[in-house]
């Protein structure tokens, strides 16, 4: 028996860790529709609030709340996935040593 399987994951959790580079450097492309809508939402209503001479104050607060949201959910993602992985790791571990203790050589 070789080596467990673990590409998928492996590849799962690179993918995910650039997606929460690129929200940590504000970047659009890997928020879903959710928090892209807020983050717009918030863009569009702090930019009217600029215009008509009012302070931004709670649209900031609302982008900065879509970006932490974004960020969180990257994070717990990544957790999930390497909480997966390790659980991968010691099935393949544990079928193993029983398929070596139940052998009589």
């Given at each position: 028996?070789?080596?467990?399987?673990?590409?998928?994951l492996?590849?799962?959790i690179?993918?995910?860790s650039?997606?929460?580079?690129?929200?940590?450097?504000?970047e659009?492309?890997p928020l879903?529709g959710r928090?892209?809508r807020?983050v717009?939402?918030?863009?569009?209503?702090?930019s009217?609030r600029v215009?008509?001479g009012n302070?931004p104050?709670?649209?900031?607060?609302?982008?900065?709340?879509?970006?932490?949201s974004a960020?969180?959910?990257?994070?717990?993602e990544i957790?999930?996935?390497?909480?997966?992985?390790?659980?991968?790791?010691?099935d393949?571990?544990?079928?193993?040593?029983?398929k070596?203790?139940?052998?009589w050589?």
């Amino acid at each position: 028996m070789g080596k467990p399987d673990t590409r998928r994951l492996d590849k799962a959790i690179q993918q995910t860790s650039r997606k929460l580079d690129a929200v940590r450097n504000r970047e659009m492309w890997p928020l879903d529709g959710r928090e892209r809508r807020a983050v717009l939402g918030a863009l569009t209503s702090g930019s009217y609030r600029v215009v008509r001479g009012n302070s931004p104050g709670r649209a900031e607060r609302k982008i900065e709340t879509a970006w932490q949201s974004a960020e969180t959910r990257l994070v717990a993602e990544i957790a999930a996935l390497q909480a997966e992985r390790v659980r991968v790791v010691n099935d393949a571990a544990r079928t193993k040593a029983a398929k070596k203790s139940s052998s009589w050589w």
